[in-house]
């Protein structure tokens, strides 16, 4: 190879390759040599493209004759191998996420174009179409992964990762449900599966998905015990809780009597419970508290720990939540909670208040005591 122009350091170099027909340029992009050929015979024409790439790589573009091909879509296939080989449970939302939202976006864009204006474009769309910033958010994440991804790979697929826009969110968990309405809604529940699904949510505060799933194998009956084990939840981490209610101990001795330790806890028949939207709006309306949402039973069933003096570090553990800051947005604390707190804070104050409010002195008026010469 034969470099046809000396150059300073930092300005990159124009070379011949013998198998070539075309002149080559090199530079260097994030402390790595690129090489790619210019497509031109011409020293003048190779030296602008290379001027070019210098120039997009100062303006923090990616460069480089495969990053130039390489389409956004192109990514989302390495971020669904990714959820793939680490068998994450959240794959499912994110190929709906990508086929739904982002693929009509970004799909066919090539993945060195994508920066702020585009990805204000989306937000200003999805926001037009009344998507919640919490969803954007979560859209807006899986991009950011899929980018994420690329740059580490060997070769990297991009040179550069966007600045991703976080929105502030505002979702804080609105339903739960008191203590007449939930005997209401147990009152209507006319299935074993339903029935027993409900006392094991509204229990441990566990999520659907970690509750359809349960098996005969993990309920110990003798042992008081339902565990789950690890990699079967969404934080990916086994959880093990003792079965203190005997309510709730004779509606899982009545769903797994019978059934063989593979079998599922929760089943209709002999099928499992899959998708059972239908029998819950049923049962909601039936009880008075339409629109209620199942997952709002993991709600109420910290708020209930709570009111019951439960640590909070005990509930998280319980229930699953890894953060504070996640289960703080369940707003685990309601009016009610609070009024209930400053009345009996209101009540144990009169029982040790020795001074009565009849009789106490009423503070001298100043003006009128500086009148009559007292000072």
Known sequence: MQQLQQRQRGEGSIYENPRSRYLWIKYYSGGKPVRESSRTADPAKAAKILRQRIGQIERGESVGPQVDRIRVADLAAGLFRDYQVNNRKSLVDVEARWRLHLQPFFGSMKAAQLGSTLLAQYIDQRQQEHAGNATINRELACLKRAYRLASLANPPQV?????????????????????DQYANLIAHCDELWLRALVETAVTYGWRVGELLNLRVRQVDLAGRTVRLEPGETKNREGR?????????????RQCVTGKDQDDHVFTRGDKPVRDFRKSWENLCTAAGVPGLLFHDLRRTAARNLRAAGVPEEIIMRIAGWKTSGVFRRYAIVDQADVRDALQKLNASRQQHLTTPLRGLQRPRNRHKSSEHGDD
């Open 159 to 179: 040179l550069r990762i966007p600045e991703f826009p976080h929105l502030q969110e505002d979702n804080v968990r609105q339903g739960c449900l008191t203590a």
């Open 240 to 252: 093990e809780v003792v079965i203190a209610s005997s309510t709730l101990l004779e509606l899982l």
